[in-house]
């Protein structure tokens, strides 16, 4: 009996897409960052994986974790490529707040009484 053999195709290295590196530069990304493009910069240069993030960021903001599901990529491979593309000022990042500062309990206090008031 032959043994089965699996097809590699559509499998990628996780160093290919980074270009060999390990760790972002940036280590304040995480899953919730929002990415925001910068499209005043041109997009010479980029390797093709982050043309391809760019790509997803052109009608607007998306999560880290939603660019990973997009592109079918762990979130440490697109936390680097997009480490870089911070770094690089194509894309903007920020980090929604955190839960305790969210959920102020005054301010919707507030906000309810005011709607009450309407």
Not at 46 to 64: C, E, H, K, N
Not at 91 to 100: G, H, I, N
């Amino acid at each position: 009996m032959t043994p089965v053999r699996r097809s590699r195709a559509g499998l990628v290295r996780s160093h290919t897409p980074t270009d060999g590196q390990a760790r972002p530069v940036r280590s304040s990304l995480d899953e919730s960052t929002l990415l925001y493009p910068d499209t005043n910069i041109e997009r010479g240069g980029l390797s093709m994986t982050a043309s391809r993030v760019m790509d997803l960021l052109a009608p607007g903001v998306l999560a880290l974790a939603e660019i990973s599901a997009h592109l079918r990529m762990p979130v440490p491979i697109v936390k680097v490529i997009a480490a870089d593309l911070v770094a690089s000022g194509h894309v903007l990042a920020r980090t929604p707040a955190p839960p305790e500062q969210r959920n102020d309990c005054e301010l919707l206090e507030r906000i309810l009484s005011a709607l009450h008031e309407l």
